[in-house]
């Protein structure tokens, strides 16, 4: 069962002081908390899957000096091409901007991407997890709300 309290920003908010409309509307304030924490969660999640494979991609390629490849130039067309080094890869950093660095570095790079990503990943998770505990109270609060009213009108047709 719920207090009738939720944590908020790591104060407790006690539910009991509002009102039904109030409480809707703290409903759907969470409720899109919660969708746009996700969608976050969601973008960091395809972010670390593709440095994960940015990653296999190196160790697929070392030692193939000389190697005939397919070259993506958009995600739908390749074009033929030739390992010419793999003892240097260009390295995306972000916004456009790429290093170059010998595989060893790159993998230590990416292993380091992936692990700031996957702790805010986690962050994003756990804020989520505790949203979505909230919005529990919330519609438990507004349940309890509703049977009050409720038995306070059938309290007052009993009576006239």
């Keep these: 069962a719920h207090s009738g309290t939720m944590a908020e920003g790591g104060r407790e908010i006690d539910l009991s002081q509002f009102n039904i409309e109030q409480l809707t509307n703290i409903k759907s304030q969470h409720e899109q908390e919660i969708k746009e924490i996700m969608g976050n969660w ?10 994960v494979s940015t990653k296999q991609g190196l ?12 070259v993506p130039l958009t995600p739908s067309l390749y074009v033929p091409g030739t390992i010419a080094d793999t003892q240097k890869v260009l390295v995306d950093i972000g916004t456009g901007y790429f290093v170059e660095k010998s595989p ?28 979505q505990k909230n919005l529990e109270t919330i519609v438990e609060m507004m349940r309890m709300r509703l049977r009050q009213m409720d038995d306070s009108k059938a309290a007052q047709q009993g009576q006239a």
């Design 59 to 70: 160790d697929v390629i070392s030692a193939k000096d000389g190697e005939e490849i397919l």
């Design 42 to 51: 969601k973008t960091l999640k395809e972010a670390e899957s593709r440095f």
């Design 104 to 131: 060893k570095d790159a993998q230590a790079l990416l292993d380091r991407k992936i692990a700031v990503i996957s702790v805010n990943a986690e962050q994003l998770h756990s804020v989520a997890k505790q949203k």
